[in-house]
């Protein structure tokens, strides 16, 4: 059966999800989220995990004052992690406040066509009718793993945003490919459940974040630079607080900041339960992983081109997300081809709109345009907005002729890391 034509349909109920769905309620226009609030962070993130990014950047983009996480927490100050069920404890009130009448249903096809313009197809049998469609799925689909490790069964190789009880693995060695958060966490995680975790990463050494202060000086804060959302500097304040001016950045280099911001590193609170009880081995280059009795031999080349193989029951890869619009199998296939892309990632305008009116992007697939902020939770404000007073012109207005994307390039894709080596986690 058919609905009446909406104004907007929100696909998905994470952090990016939420924020836009608050800001077109706020005034007034006839929108409909569907998803459940904050399922990937209660389903695929581990038991015990905590975010690496400080309470203050934390929030989800509210259309008025008094909805941050601080708001909420208010005993949360800089330099205390947060629990990951404290978060999206968080981000359920949220959307119980700002986000009213979610649906918890999925969106099983996003097509052209129909009165509006999309047709979009619910898991209940239900099609809407809609001039705009918002995808808002975050990092869940292009969790990656790397090609050395593909084509193995899921028993023995799995990303790390596979698991919420890591007590599965329990007696079991287990070799995490990877060196940032997400890797350093989970191999912890992994000896807390009682596994036998082993890091193999391809840096010569492991980075760590340095603690952060709450009280900085006059001298370290114009020495330093400004505090934003995604660390200290002056650069890194202007990716953080200013995606509007990134997204005018050259686009190779657009890519290189993306990819260079917030590397892979722990947290500062993590370097001390990083015990004897997890093995690392650093300055290895994966080359292969094949099946073995009944678990994977992993081989990998140091620095000095030695090949070493590392045994293992089961490996985790934590190596982030790749964004790849050929994955959204939500989209329906001529959607996928139709839309601009640049190695994968859509083409957008400063509105975040695509090369198809009315279809607009969030999140990490808006990394490769507005930069690393949109990887991380702190830029779901300012997408929100951008998105919302956009809809709102065009609903206000009539369709006009939508501003055309940056011509297509390609190059190098880029990659997001995982929710654990960003400010996510």
Not at 15 to 40: D, E, K, W
Not at 224 to 252: I, K, M
Not at 383 to 399: C, D, E, P
């Amino acid at each position: 059966m058919s609905d009446p034509t909406s104004d907007v349909v929100i696909v998905g109920a994470g952090p990016y999800g939420l924020s836009t769905a608050a800001h077109l309620q706020n005034v007034g226009l006839g929108v409909r989220v569907i998803g459940t609030p904050m399922r990937f962070w209660d389903e695929n993130m581990p038991e015990g995990m905590y975010l690496k990014s400080e309470p203050f950047a934390s929030s989800l983009g509210a259309p008025r004052p008094g909805m941050g996480f601080t708001d909420r927490n208010p005993d949360f100050r800089t330099g205390r992690p947060i629990p990951l069920a404290t978060f999206t404890e968080y981000g359920r009130w949220f959307a119980a406040e700002a986000v009213p009448g979610i649906e918890l249903a999925e969106v099983v096809s996003v097509e052209r066509g129909g009165p509006a313009g999309y047709l979009v197809t619910l898991s209940t049998g239900e099609t809407v009718a809609t001039r705009a469609v918002v995808i808002a799925v975050g990092v869940g689909p292009f969790a990656h793993i790397p090609e050395e490790l593909s084509g193995l069964p899921d028993w023995l190789v799995s990303h790390s945003s596979a698991h919420r009880d890591l007590g599965l693995f329990a007696g079991k060695d287990v070799a995490v490919v990877g060196a940032g958060q997400s890797a350093l966490e989970t191999a912890v995680l992994l000896a807390d459940a009682g596994a036998r975790p082993q890091v193999l990463a391809r840096r010569e050494e492991l980075d760590w974040n340095t603690v952060p202060e709450e009280r900085r000086s006059l001298r370290s804060k114009i020495i330093g630079g400004p505090r934003s959302g995604l660390g200290t500097g002056y650069r890194t304040w202007l990716w953080a607080e200013r995606p509007d001016l990134v997204r005018h950045v050259p686009y190779a280099r657009r890519q290189r900041i993306v990819r260079e911001t917030m590397p892979p590193a722990g947290a500062w609170w993590l370097r001390d339960r990083l015990d004897d009880r997890v093995g690392v081995a650093t300055g290895r280059l994966l080359v292969k992983a094949a099946e073995q009795d009944d678990g994977v031999a992993v081989t990998t080349v140091d620095r000095a081109g030695r090949r070493l193989v590392t045994e293992a029951e089961h490996v985790i890869a934590a190596t982030g997300f790749v964004t790849d619009l050929q994955r959204l199998a939500v989209l329906s296939p001529e959607i996928r081809v139709r839309v601009d892309t640049r190695s994968g990632a859509p083409v957008l305008t400063r509105d975040f709109e695509s090369s198809l009116p009315g279809l607009y992007f969030a999140g990490l697939a808006a990394a490769a345009t507005f930069g690393p902020v949109m990887r991380f939770v702190h830029g779901s404000g300012f997408a929100g907005r951008r998105i919302a007073h956009h809809i709102l012109h065009r609903a206000s207005h009539g369709r006009r002729a939508a501003p055309r994307p940056e011509p297509v390039q390609e190059t190098a894709p880029v990659a997001g890391g995982a929710p654990g080596d960003g400010a996510q986690r």
